[in-house]
């Protein structure tokens, strides 16, 4: 099966594509919370057994439905609406709880989402093991692996936490790096330069729209900023790469010099000049 992805809307307004959560991705975030749950309340039913054995019973039953509606419906309800859709378990994989249309929740969707949690999923996780079943068959067959509250909700999970590109090494096309040597790179800033890398490192993650036409206003920029103009023909990906990589290149010789100096005892003469 395809995952599904939903386009949300970040940063420049650029629209990234998210894929959604599968089950055992959402079923492992789910036995994450469950657990924190059931500590919660094997806790607070320590801390009220004091109070509760000196009660009638009218006050023990009570404090009985008090602490369960609590611990199943207002803390993970509280939860997904101050932390705008996570709950420890979605925190922890990096999942996230948003709107059909790709916004943030509110507190009506979180309670939908935990009433439907309490009346229907739980008893059927204890209780009757075939309403369990039903609940995750509609995440798997549904194209938006929704669960029931996701249905009711109007809601989606998203993979949020995607694999750290910011690291991802530059590589200069080698067909203009003889060009690049001779760039002056005194017009690109700190600024204009992390612009640059967080374009090319979530550039795949872009619809092809919104690629191609942030791609074409950076090399514009970039343009205006460098001297000499990149060779006749050069698609703007490689002239951006090449900037970047040149640019990181000429940093990696700065740094590498500079603790060669202090290596020697030195003394070490730092220029505040943007790399040129």
């Known amino acids: 099966m395809t995952s599904e992805r939903q386009r949300l809307i970040i940063g420049e307004a650029v629209e990234v594509e998210l894929p959604v959560a599968r ?5 492992t975030a789910v036995a994450i919370d469950a657990f924190l749950q059931i500590v919660l309340l094997i806790g607070l039913n320590i801390v009220l057994a004091e109070a509760a054995a000196r009660a009638n019973v009218a006050v023990q039953a009570t404090l009985g439905i008090l602490t369960l509606v609590f611990v199943f419906v207002v803390w993970p309800v509280a ?3 101050f932390t705008r859709g ?22 009506r969707h979180a309670l939908t989402r935990g009433l439907i949690g309490v009346a229907v999923e739980w008893p059927g996780l204890l209780l009757a093991p075939l309403t369990w079943i039903f609940g995750s068959a509609c995440i798997l067959f549904t194209a938006r692996a929704k669960r029931l509250g996701d249905l009711a909700a109007g809601t989606i999970v998203l993979v ?19 060009w690049a040597r001779d760039l002056d790179l005194t017009g690109v800033d700190d600024a204009l330069a992390m612009t640059l890398r967080q374009f090319l490192t979530r550039a795949q993650g872009m619809r092809a729209e919104a690629r191609v036409s942030l791609g074409r206003r950076l090399a514009d920029e ?15 990906w490689a002239y951006l790469t090449a900037v970047l990589a040149e640019r990181r290149r000429r940093e990696a010789e700065r740094l590498a010099a500079r603790r060669a100096v202090v290596a020697l005892g030195l003394p070490d003469h730092r220029s505040s000049v943007s790399p040129q």
Do not use: C, H, N
Request: charged share 25%; glycine share 8%; proline share 19%.
């Open 23 to 27: 089950l055992a991705t959402r079923a």
């Open 79 to 81: 939860f997904e609406t």
């Open 86 to 107: 996570r709950s420890p378990g979605k925190f922890a994989l990096g999942l996230r709880v948003v709107r059909d249309d790709g916004g943030p929740i509110r507190f």
């Open 160 to 178: 949020e936490r995607l694999p750290d590109l910011s690291r991802t090494p530059i590589v200069m096309p080698p067909e203009l790096a003889r």
């Open 222 to 236: 970039i343009y205006q900023s460098t001297t000499p103009p990149p060779p006749p023909g050069t698609p703007a």
